[in-house]
């Protein structure tokens, strides 16, 4: 395992070398930097991508807690895990809404409108 180990540290600094040089082009661009709205734009499709993400997992979370549940056979042991797992994916969801609705809150501070993407419901409701 320490071999291991120190063929990571014997390379480590070459691969941060290599990453750090990796992004030199976008480092020294002749372009200007973009605007406010623009880096806006980028955080909140990672945000959404990982928000998506985050749904998916707290989704699947509930099932696997309704599943074990439901295999329970009344074992008190058993039912007090599956409720376990279900509060902690409802707990991490209702972390994460939160965490959306700071985020939006802060883009309608600082008068940001981002444009809804293409093919959403919400841009059916919108016409």
């Known amino acids: 395992m320490s071999l291991i180990l120190t063929g990571i540290f014997k390379y480590l600094p070459l691969f941060l ?9 976008v480092a020294f661009a002749k372009d200007p930097p973009p605007d ?30 309704a599943y074990m549940w439901m295999a329970s056979g009344g074992d008190p042991q058993k039912t007090k895990m ?22 939006d809150f802060i883009l309608r501070i600082f008068g940001i409108e981002l444009p809804v993407p293409t093919g959403t419901p919400i841009e059916e409701l919108q016409r």
Do not use: C, E, H, P
Request: aromatic share 32%; hydrophobic share 65%; net charge neutral.
């Open 17 to 25: 070398f290599v990453l750090l040089f990796s992004f030199a082009d």
């Open 36 to 65: 406010l709205d623009k880096i806006f734009q980028y955080i909140y499709n990672g945000v959404r991508f990982f928000f998506g993400f985050i749904g998916v997992v707290a989704g699947a979370m509930v099932i696997y807690g």
């Open 82 to 103: 599956a409720q376990g797992v279900l509060t902690w994916a409802v707990i991490g969801l209702v972390f994460f809404m939160s965490f959306w609705f700071f985020f």
